[in-house]
């Protein structure tokens, strides 16, 4: 069950929408805006990246929407659940709650990988995170859905550049060279677990080179995998028709997914 509440002043007014099935569906009848969605981590008293999750919304008040947040979060603290949220800020400057309790993705994707395919739909602009995306990005959401597919690549001039719902990440080695972690820079939403896996990367003395992947260097990939503040580090084995690496999540992915969830343990700010 989803609840959404409005925030006025020092109080949260519970909403009812003709949709509630979904954050999304909630979002797509809320005026346009601006949107962060985030876990809770520690029994709902911890989010990793709070602050940068609240910068995308243009003029929030953070402060006191922290207060709202731990204070609609009570019940979900006494039952020992977490939760994901989005926070909404229309263009009128109202903002909105909208919280589901967590459901964890089935142990077996980060075992196994997921498969995803690539699309050209793109985001009007790429470094806000605007509510408009989400019925641009409809229709792709539901065929993905229907054919079991993960998660859609935004494609651009032949290059890679992000998930609709989250950041990409492959690695490419050659013989004798030691393989290189790669992320775009440009023309993406610069994702705050995104810059969480940059740091782990580097901490266990990964390279991390700031490149677009083309299209026609997949076959050369030995790794990939996906990244997003629900889901953490999600490993990828198939890009459309093409096999990544071996088709099973490489040493590399492993070794920051260990040290992702390290970095939360550490990092994870209070509410």
Same mark, same amino acid.
């Given at each position: 069950m989803i609840n959404i509440y409005l925030l006025r002043k020092s109080r949260c007014s519970p909403v009812t929408l003709p949709d509630m099935s979904s954050l999304d569906a909630i979002t797509r009848q809320l005026p346009g805006g601006y949107y962060s969605t985030f876990r809770t981590y520690a029994g709902c008293t911890r989010v990793l990246g709070l602050s940068a999750h609240l910068r995308r919304l243009p003029s929030v008040d953070a402060s006191a929407l922290r207060r709202s947040l731990f204070q609609l979060l009570e019940p979900y603290?006494?039952?020992d659940r977490e939760v994901r949220v989005r926070v909404i800020q229309t263009k009128q400057r109202q903002v909105y709650i909208a919280i589901e309790p967590l459901t964890a993705l089935p142990r077996e994707i980060y075992e196994k990988g997921v498969r995803v395919e690539t699309t050209t739909i793109q985001r009007n602009d790429p470094r806000v995170k605007s509510t408009s995306f989400l019925s641009v990005s409809s229709e792709e959401r539901q065929h993905i859905a229907k054919e079991g597919i993960f998660e859609a690549l935004l494609v651009k001039n032949g290059l890679i550049l992000e998930g609709m719902t989250s950041n990409f990440?492959? /690695?490419?080695?050659?013989d004798g060279i030691p393989p290189y972690l790669g992320t775009t820079q440009r023309d993406i939403l610069l994702g705050v677990t995104r810059t969480m896996v940059i740091r782990a990367a580097r901490g266990r003395g990964v390279e991390v080179r700031y490149r677009a992947l083309e299209l026609s260097q997949l076959p050369a990939v030995k790794e990939a995998f996906i990244t997003s503040s629900s889901r953490g580090i999600v490993?990828?084995?198939?890009?459309?028709? /093409?096999q990544v690496g071996q088709g099973s999540v490489g040493p590399i992915t492993k070794e920051l997914m260990r040290a992702y969830e390290e970095y939360v343990m550490k990092k994870a700010e209070k509410i």
């Open positions: 603290r006494l039952s990440f492959y /690695v490419v080695g050659r490993p990828v084995i198939q890009i459309d028709d /093409v």
